[in-house]
């Protein structure tokens, strides 16, 4: 699923090619994944794109938004162009190179341009809402661990009321909005703290760094452009790969060698999800 670096590349991309632009028409193929009217989107002009947590909130000239949930498999691609079918100078993973593809369900035809969104799973949405609507749908996410409110207090405060294990409680989105499996594995390890320890029993040293290494895995994240595994549809607006999964320290890393110590990289289910870590360098 594409956590807080994912959708800031993609946000960031979004904001160079679609800003400014008229929104023509939408065509929906998959009702289920389009809440809202089109009367409320054709015809008006793209303002801003912000990102919260992992959502994605498109702002309107009339006051209306389209708020955006990749969930699992969902993708946005831009194409500077239009046309029945399109083809891309990058396949896209579950799509290929040819777009509207099996897995296109919503399809923005804005100025020269078509914005695609496609989602193998079909678990994600994009919803019309107004601005008391977008803070029904976001006004209960945590703290933004690239803001300045995601401090060691904040950190402090959260793990104090808990006994779940600190993983868990990492990928709480009411508790820290944006991070997901692949850098909750990350910054643990970075952090030398076992993933199945309880947040109450952190010490504030422990606090201090996991807080340091979220940040870092979040920004080493932003810094490759997101991760695009080979099991993840993960890819920016431009058709393009991110890079970050080429620097996983232990997510997906199971039976390989850690890269502090050179032991074995274990994996174990916690809260049902794959959870990676080194049984040497963290600790409980
Ligand atoms: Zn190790």
């Given amino acids: 699923m594409p956590e807080l670096p994912e959708v800031e590349t993609i946000k960031r991309s979004l904001q160079k090619s679609i800003v400014g632009k008229k929104i023509i028409g939408i065509e929906v193929i998959l009702a289920k994944q389009f809440q809202g009217e089109k009367r409320d989107v054709v015809g008006t002009n793209i303002q801003g794109i912000e990102r919260k947590g992992k959502i994605l909130k498109i702002s309107l000239s009339n006051g209306k938004n389209l708020l955006i949930h990749f969930k699992l498999t969902g993708q946005l691609v831009w194409v500077p162009k239009k046309g029945e079918r399109v083809t891309l100078g990058h396949p896209v993973p579950f799509a290929g190179s040819n777009l509207p593809a099996k897995t296109t369900h919503i399809i923005f035809d804005i100025d020269e341009g078509q914005l695609f969104f496609n989602d193998l799973r079909q678990f994600g949405w994009i919803k019309v809402l107004d ?11 945590g703290a933004e661990p690239l803001d300045k409110e995601f401090s060691e207090e ?19 989105q009411e508790k820290i909005a944006g991070v997901g499996n692949i850098y909750a594995n990350d910054a643990l390890f970075e952090a030398g703290i076992s993933p199945t320890s309880p947040a109450k029993a952190l010490s504030e040293t422990q606090i201090k760094k996991l807080r340091e290494s979220i940040i870092k895995v979040l920004e080493d994240g932003l810094k490759y452009g997101g991760s695009s595994a080979a099991d993840e549809a993960y890819i920016k607006p431009t058709g393009e790969a991110g890079e970050y999964q080429k620097h996983f320290r232990v997510y997906q890393r199971e039976g390989q060698k850690c890269s502090k110590c050179g032991r074995t990289i274990k994996r174990i289910n916690l809260s049902g999800r794959g959870t990676f870590f080194c049984p040497i360098c963290q600790k409980q």
């Fill in 131 to 141: 601005e008391a609507g977008v803070v029904k749908e976001v006004g209960k996410l």
């Fill in 154 to 172: 904040y950190l402090k405060q959260i793990f104090s009321r808990t006994a779940k294990p600190v993983k868990v409680v990492l990928m709480d």
